[in-house]
T-cell receptor
Framework: KAGVTQTPRYLIKTRGQQVTLSCSPI?????VSWYQQTPGQGLQFLFE???????NKGNFPGRFSGRQFSNSRSEMNVSTLELGDSALYLC?????????????FGPGTRLTVL | AQTVTQSQPEMSVQEAETVTLSCTYD???????LFWYKQPPSRQMILVIR??????QNATENRFSVNFQKAAKSFSLKISDSQLGDTAMYFC????????????FGKGTLLTVNP
């Protein structure tokens, strides 16, 4: 079974631009979560989607948004990019019926904001 | 809000030896899960081991085991017979029980296994 895939793997943008990242979960996984990883703040939860609905949201500004499609694929959008948005963005999918809600992570998208 | 603390930013161990990584957490929840994730250099994060809070028995996965002390809110990871491939960043993570998918991570411990 294929793992979680994220595209693109690397991205360079300039301040003020917007960006869209994509995540395809493992087949059969209906929950998709997004995390931001930076050297200073570590791993921080952005939001989680299930059945096209955002169920949980972390403490990030409204510039960070996401959505989930009927096939469980998810996109994350960051508008008006700031230098501090440079990070590794990780997507994780989970099988809803698993009691642990174990999350399987993708390789991440490395975003650099210049 | 839950917090997870990993007090050892970096550790090193000789190949074939045993090393213990520390993790403490703070929560008022009774139903929760704890995880150790491994993130090798430039590779994706994978789950190493997991523990349910209501299980007193410590989880074990091959060379990896945990020491779960619920009253002390401590969840340490022991790696036996360390291998070069164990070199990675290790993250301790907390998850509330129920339909909650948010993981709260510690800042991580960079483990280097030396030949």
């Amino acid at each position: 079974k294929a793992g979680v895939t994220q595209t693109p793997r690397y991205l360079i943008k300039t301040r003020g631009q917007q960006v869209t990242l994509s995540c395809s979960p493992i087949s059969g996984h209906r929950s998709v979560s997004w995390y931001q990883q930076t050297p200073g703040q570590g791993l921080q939860f952005l939001f989680e989607y299930f059945s096209e609905t955002q169920r949980n949201k972390g403490n990030f500004p409204g510039r960070f948004s996401g959505r989930q499609f009927s096939n469980s694929r998810s996109e994350m959008n960051v508008s008006t990019l700031e230098l501090g948005d440079s990070a590794l963005y990780l997507c994780a999918s989970s099988l809803v019926s698993d009691q642990y809600n174990e999350q399987f992570f993708g390789p991440g998208t490395r975003l650099t904001v210049l | 809000a839950q917090t997870v603390t990993q007090s050892q930013p970096e550790m090193s161990v000789q190949e074939a030896e045993t090393v213990t990584l520390s993790c403490t957490y703070d929560t008022s929840e009774n139903n929760y899960y704890l995880f150790w994730y491994k993130q090798p250099p430039s590779r994706q994060m994978i789950l190493v081991i997991r523990q349910e809070a209501y299980k007193q028995q410590n989880a074990t996965e091959n060379r990896f085991s945990v020491n779960f002390q619920k009253a002390a809110k401590s969840f340490s990871l022991k790696i036996s017979d360390s291998q070069l491939g164990d070199t990675a960043m290790y993250f301790c993570a907390f998850k509330r029980g129920g339909s909650n998918y948010k993981l709260t991570f510690g800042k991580g411990t960079l483990l280097t296994v030396n030949p």
